[in-house]
């Protein structure tokens, strides 16, 4: 999970419900001051939102794109059924097309945080004209580590056990290694992580929980993609295996970006140094706003610090 550390919008961004031929999906909107160089549409990872975003947001609007931040069905302010097939790959998969398509700018930059990076994964492979480009950000076409995967299955048998208030409360503990939930981050923060939490889906929690767990290494089909790759991460990730990553970029020939001092989040830690790899590879990917250059911008690692 991503935690913002303010919940104050950049300029010229919008909170509204993006009308897709899938349903309604609570977006924030950033536009860039001047000209627009293209656009990128952004999923967040486990138990997250778009509001993991804000801090990025100004870095790539001042970049000239248009960045638009998105909660998944069943996340946070996006609404979702109960039932599980609503919470399958192929479903959310498809929910991203349709938001890619609905923005109206043509093929756009896809980036997934964690979790995110498994549903842009196979969105990407299901419409591939739809994207310009493809970033995992904090995300791996491989298994999570084996911490993660306890902490996953954890929450998924409490949420079958307990009331999602009760989950929540003991999420919060854990998170604070058993000191008092909450201390140190202004209470704004800890009201959101709350309402996230309590507006989320448990089936959405519990399909999203099932597919980081039953995810195949995705390592060939990300080398298939026609769109250029990009892999992002911090050198002091948690919740996939750094070396995994570092070898998941060689052997898809990705573009790759290692931002020191970083870990699960730097979208939030390290907002601007992200951003500068981040338009370096569109900008790679795509020198001439729109056009698609497929397998560009796949070379060596940069490291930020």
């Given at each position: ?277 981040l338009t370096a590879f569109w900008e790679a990917a ?20």
């Open positions: 999970m991503s935690k913002p550390r303010s919940l104050a919008l950049p300029p010229r961004t919008r909170r509204y419900r993006l009308t897709t031929a899938r349903g309604s999906f609570a977006v924030l909107d950033s536009a860039p001051e001047g000209a627009r160089h293209g656009t990128v549409l952004l999923l967040p990872g486990y138990t997250g939102s778009k509001e993991d975003f804000i801090e990025l947001l100004g870095p790539i609007t001042e970049a000239g794109y248009r960045a638009v931040a998105v909660d998944g069905r069943g996340q946070h302010e996006t609404p979702g059924p109960r039932g599980r097939a609503a919470y399958r790959r192929k479903a959310l998969a498809l929910d991203v097309v349709a938001q890619a398509s609905a923005l109206g700018d043509g093929p756009v930059h896809l980036l997934g945080h964690s979790f995110g990076g498994l549903v842009a994964r196979a969105a990407a492979a299901l419409a591939p004209d739809a994207f310009r480009s493809l970033t995992l950000l904090s995300s791996g076409p491989g298994r999570v580590a084996r911490p993660q995967r306890i902490r996953v299955r954890a929450l998924r048998g409490a949420f079958a056990l307990l009331p999602k208030e009760r989950v929540w409360r003991a999420t919060r503990w854990l998170d604070s290694r058993g000191e008092e939930p909450g201390v140190g981050d202004p209470q704004e923060i800890v009201d959101f992580l709350r309402r996230r939490w309590m507006l989320t889906r448990i089936a959405q929690l519990s399909g999203a929980g099932r597919l980081l767990l039953s995810d195949p290494d995705g390592t060939a089909a990300l080398r298939a993609l026609p769109m250029p790759l990009h892999l992002a991460y911090g050198d002091e990730e948690t919740v996939w295996p750094v070396p995994d990553l570092a070898a998941a970029a060689a052997l898809t020939g990705a573009h790759h970006s290692v931002v020191v001092g970083a870990g699960h989040s730097p979208n939030v830690s390290h907002p601007r140094e992200l951003a500068e790899r795509d020198p001439v706003p729109g056009t698609v250059r497929s397998g560009a911008g796949r070379n060596a690692a940069e490291a930020s610090s």
